[in-house]
């Protein structure tokens, strides 16, 4: 045999040696397996995504031939406050800018809902009580339901009338022409219905009595027959409105005329038109000096003019007019109880309205913080998407329901009725106004289905909600003291693990329809929201994230992106394979687990050992003196001598300092250390999901170090994998996920050695006895 | 009059839909361990704060209020009559009797702490947990239970609140 041989075999037998520990685990006489197909955790999400067109392209950007239809509306709306009742008419421009013919429109009915004849209720299973309460059982059994639902007075083209069809919340127009692409049609459609109470029977949209004046504040949204979307994806989006899924809505611009009692305030999606005429002169003042306020809110409407409005009731009416221009909804509010403030907003060279709504119920929490969070969030969303393009953004205080529409949104946090309020409600109303207010980006702008995808918007809201009150608590210390961070809800890893280890049967994937989950606010909110947080913090890295998250955020502005558009472009824009990270998170209900096994010590001779021998006698090596190796021995074993510990590698291993000698000059050998100590520590994987190997090193001289195994450690044995240490310190232990940044659901086997942690139950116990 | 009878026939419509852009859900989560060296079940109860505030307010008195930085005997008291009326932990036949430790707050949360103290050893566990079922029709209750390292999850409403755990 040559020297050249032996060298090759000897590469050979070392490659391998990290092979073979798994080797040794398999029992020898098995069944032959049968085979399979690709079922690694990193092979490319081609079955899952829709294959790239000329709609949407393979990057994750609209393609050369992506297009979307619109729908303008010419709106008159009365609203009628001492009765509870909405009416309007409205003119439909729609633009087919598909290359479609279309031989019929779809129209969304949501307020068919509430009507009494609507499935929603029935879809859902119910029992009955061993004890009823008396008023909840008659309004089940006995009492007629809520007289709800639009009331379809006349859909017509140029006054003639269309044929239409109603199927629960969705209108079929049949048109006597086909809308051929590139062409628009013009109908008309005249409504009213009953408005219902939000506060009672949880409403998006609806009125709240207030008994002591007798007044009712309205928010009204859903409030129109509205344009379903058609596109490349769905074709016409139909699917029934039951309750959960929220809404697709086309892009348009909305000419808007409501009319009110005259002592209402009113506030609305778009430009308001005809300031003069709705406003006092006092009012007028006030709202120049507001443009001018860039530090804090001006009140156009005080507690006082409030106050003062409840207790008339007008007769006469106000026509308050808007504008407004690529929006895809829209909604108002109005009541004569309303205090109003606003202020300027500095947002990249443009100049935008934070606003708020109110009754005095809301005070003084609402006057404090209301306007202060829409002007953060405006901001902070700003900076980790695109400048706010819209002119202002409303919060209205509804008493318990925090909801979303473009430029306004409904937000909850209510005082004790003698001016009280519980840091609770504080933080539960600035964040919940973080949230609505951010939703003008993700879906309001980033115009995604909600209706098929609730998490499009609510977990990449939820995430962005959670950047941002972190940023608010560092922007305004005194409003979170004595906290050092903002309380957020959500986002953290460790507040998902308890649902990601719950009981798979309830658990669904991200990737679902709203209405079939089992538990909505995780699984569209929480997770999420988790999911990219722990994607920016520890998988990517913030800034090369924020940067792709801004890509999206800008490709999609003002259009409508399905879930591969968002996968496909954080990985085209950062150059990460991300499929594995999709895959897991979002496809499945795998949760992540990982740990640490077992540690073994070696030390390093050239004396040949016992296992040593066997391996090259495998090789056809009889004489191991021919072959230049070195041979490690586990501290554990028998030819383990305690000298080995005491003396240098170099000692141990003669043949290795000559080596070096030979090899290297004395001014290189300086620059060079010869680790010691020789640790191979076997980590294991309990948890479906792949995520990066996060270790802390620590060792006996009380220094530690931190390293991050990529996630594509596991790419070829998914359950367990060993890393060598080369270290001239002796090592104490290893802690998997020390800072506890991945969502790891069983922190009992991250440590080595195993540490007998007192439970969350004895550390709480032992703290009570102290006090 | 009118009015009210309004009022409470929409309480009941909308009760099982939820409509909100932030969703308000109902939900405790509950960690049950038997620990054998001390033969004592230990539990870890999380429920959303102003939930559980509303639910002793109505139930107790109405002016309760649950401070992260008060540690009042009363609500102690009322915690642990009503843990010990809607959390029933029975094994052989029996009900045993949940002794409350303390509570503790985080974010929105609270945690209750509970423990039950010389339990025979057992395979099989009824819980009945019927947490906050009787302020929100909607709340739901998930329990976790380890015994010997394994652990089995169970998700109770108010129209299914028993369910019988078996250990190996």
Not at chain 1, 58 to 65: K, L, Q, T, Y
Not at chain 1, 416 to 421: A, C, I, K, M
Not at chain 1, 534 to 546: A, N, P, S
Request: hydrophobic residues 35%; glycine residues 4%.
């Amino acid at each position: 045999m040559n020297r050249k041989y032996f060298k090759i075999a000897i590469t050979f037998i070392f490659a391998m040696a990290s092979v073979t520990v798994f080797a040794q685990d398999t029992p020898e006489k098995e069944e032959a397996k049968q085979g399979h197909t690709n079922t690694n955790k990193f092979r490319q999400l081609y079955q899952e995504f829709a294959t790239p067109n000329q709609y949407r392209t393979a990057s994750g950007a609209p393609g050369p031939a992506y297009y979307q239809n619109t729908a303008d509306y010419d709106m008159e709306v009365v609203l009628d406050d001492k009765n509870q009742k909405l009416y309007g008419e409205e003119t439909i421009t729609y633009t087919n800018n598909s290359p479609d013919k279309l031989e019929y429109l779809w129209v969304q009915l949501d307020q068919n809902i509430r009507a009494k004849d609507s499935k929603s209720e029935l879809q859902n299973g119910n029992g009955i009580s061993e004890v009823n309460q008396t008023g909840r059982f008659v309004s089940q059994f006995i009492e007629e339901p809520f007289d709800g639902g639009f009331n379809i007075e006349k859909v017509t083209q140029n006054g003639s009338p269309l044929n239409y069809s109603i199927n629960q919340t969705m209108m079929r127009v049949d048109l006597p022409k086909v809308l051929e692409p590139g062409d628009d049609i013009e109908f008309s459609i005249k409504w009213w219905y009953n408005i219902n109470d939000h506060v009672k029977n949880r409403g998006r949209s609806g009125y709240e009595f207030f008994e002591k004046d007798g007044n009712y504040a309205y928010v009204i949204a859903q409030f129109f027959p509205r344009m379903a979307v058609y596109n490349d994806v769905e074709g016409w989006q139909n699917y029934q409105f039951w309750g959960d899924g929220e809404f697709a809505l086309p892009f348009g611009d909305y000419k808007v005329k409501i009319t009110v009692p005259a002592d209402h305030i009113l506030d609305a999606t778009g430009k308001l038109q005809n300031r003069k005429n709705v406003f006092s002169k006092t009012m007028m003042n006030r709202y120049e000096q507001a443009k001018k306020s860039f530090d804090k809110p001006v009140v156009i409407v005080n507690q006082k003019e409030a106050e003062k409005a409840e207790k008339g009731f007008s007769n006469r009416t106000k026509t308050w007019e808007f504008e407004a221009n690529m929006v895809r909804d829209f909604a108002f509010t109005s009541s004569r109880k309303y205090i109003w403030d606003m202020q300027n907003v500095k947002i990249g060279n443009r100049e935008v309205m934070a606003v708020s709504l109110y009754p005095k119920e809301g005070n003084p929490l609402w006057e404090e913080y209301s306007t202060k969070a829409v002007a953060h969030t405006l901001t902070s969303y700003s900076d980790m998407t695109f400048d706010y393009p819209y002119h202002k953004a409303i919060s209205v205080h509804a008493k318990n329901q925090g909801m979303e529409y473009p430029m306004i949104c409904w937000n909850y946090g209510r005082p004790n009725e003698d001016g009280t309020y519980s840091e609770r409600t504080k933080f539960g109303m600035v964040s919940v106004i973080i949230h609505e207010i951010g939703h003008n980006f993700f879906p309001m702008i980033v115009n995604s289905d909600e209706r098929q995808w609730g998490w499009m918007d609510e977990g990449l809201n939820t995430f962005l909600q959670f950047v941002s009150e972190q940023k608010f608590g560092k922007r305004f210390p005194e409003a979170i003291a004595p906290l050092e961070n903002y309380p957020s809800r959500r986002g953290e890893p460790s507040k998902i693990t308890n649902y990601m280890k719950g009981n798979q049967d309830f658990i669904s994937p991200i990737m679902s329809n709203p209405e079939q989950v089992h538990q909505l606010g995780n699984n569209a909110y929480g997770k999420p929201a988790t999911a990219l947080n722990i994607l920016r913090e520890t998988v990517m890295g913030k800034e090369m994230f924020d940067h792709a998250f801004k890509i999206y955020s800008k490709r999609w502005m003002f259009k409508h992106p399905t879930p591969e558009d968002f996968f496909r472009t954080m990985e085209d824009a950062s150059g990460m394979d991300l499929d594995w990270y999709w895959r897991g998170w979002f496809y499945t209900t795998d949760f992540v687990d990982i740990g640490v096994e077992d540690v073994k010590s070696y030390y390093v001779t050239d004396a040949p050992t016992k296992a040593g021998k066997e391996m090259l006698e495998r090789y056809g090596v009889e004489d191991p003196s021919q072959v230049d190796a070195l041979y490690v021995v586990e501290e554990d074993s028998d030819e383990f001598t305690s000298a080995m510990k005491s003396k240098s590698t170099e000692e141990n291993a003669p043949k290795l300092k000559s080596f070096m000698m030979d090899n290297f000059t004395e001014q290189e050998r300086q620059n060079m250390t010869i680790p010691k100590h020789f640790y191979q520590i076997k980590f294991n994987k309990p948890g479906g999901l792949v995520m990066p190997l996060i270790v802390e090193y620590k060792y006996k001289d009380g220094t530690s170090e931190k390293m991050t195994y990529p996630a594509q450690i596991w790419r070829k044995n998914d359950k367990e994998v060993t890393r060598v240490l080369a270290t001239n310190k002796e090592l104490e232990s290893v802690i998997v996920d020390p800072d506890m940044e991945t969502a790891d659901v069983d922190t009992a086997n991250n440590s080595w050695p195993q540490k007998k942690e007192s439970n969350e139950f004895e550390k709480f116990k032992k703290e009570k006895k102290n006090d | 009059m009118k009015h009210l009878k309004k009022l409470i026939f929409l309480l009941l419509i909308c009760s099982c839909f939820s409509f909100r852009g932030t969703h308000k859900f109902y939900l405790s989560v509950t960690n049950a361990e038997y620990v054998e060296e001390s033969s004592s079940v230990q539990l870890i109860t999380r429920i959303f704060v102003d939930d559980f505030q509303k639910l002793l307010q109505t139930r107790y008195d109405s002016k309760v209020e649950l401070l992260r930085d008060q540690d009042l005997a009363v609500n102690n008291a009322y915690i642990e009559k009503y843990f010990r009326k809607k959390l029933k932990i029975n094994t052989h036949n029996q009900d045993l009797k949940l002794n409350f430790i303390g509570k503790r707050y985080e974010d929105d949360l609270i945690i209750c702490y509970f423990e039950i103290e010389k339990v025979r050893e057992f395979s099989s566990v009824k819980i009945t947990n019927l947490l906050l079922t009787d302020l929100f029709e909607d709340q739901k209750n998930l329990v976790h239970f380890e015994k010997h390292g394994e652990t089995k999850s169970l998700l109770f409403v108010k129209d299914k609140p028993t369910d019988v755990i078996k250990f190996d």
